[in-house]
Nanobody, 128 residues
Framework: QVQLVESGGGLVQPGGSLRLSCAAS????????IGWFRQAPGKEREGVSC???????YYADSVKGRFTISRDRSKNTVYLQMNGLKPEDTAVYYC??????????????????????WGQGTQVTVSS
């Protein structure tokens, strides 16, 4: 069974850091483009960061310079390192995986509609 599981969320003070993990079972993340999305109460889901199969990366302007996405191929895990957290980063964070659209697909995908598989989400709360 294909499954994505996020972990690492929690409560942190403004300026603090968290590292989110996205682990997979039933398939290898190395073969998929991965995206991190977030949804705050009353708001639409928005893209935060994504990484292609060959580790090209994208960041939303709101997190650029503060968040870093990376892969650990040996652990079949994708991370989102979040530094300099702000109250407006408070949201449920989801990771998503997209199977290759064609042989040799090395794109990253910023739209949530592009993704096939989703995790259940992990809550991040930034508050003093």
């Amino acid at each position: 069974q294909v499954q994505l599981v996020e972990s690492g969320g929690g409560l942190v003070q403004p300026g603090g850091s968290l590292r989110l993990s996205c682990a997979a079972s039933g398939f290898t993340l190395n073969s998929y483009a991965i995206g991190w999305f977030r949804q705050a109460p009353g708001k639409e889901r928005e893209g935060v960061s994504c990484i292609s199969r060959n580790s090209s990366t994208y960041y939303a302007d709101s997190v650029k310079g503060r968040f870093t996405i990376s892969r650990d191929r040996s652990k079949n895990t994708v991370y989102l390192q979040m530094n300099g957290l702000k109250p407006e980063d408070t949201a449920v964070y989801y990771c998503a995986a997209r199977s290759p659209a064609y042989f040799g697909d090395e794109n990253y995908y910023t739209s949530s509609s592009a993704y096939n598989y989703w995790g259940q989400g992990t809550q991040v709360t930034v508050s003093s």
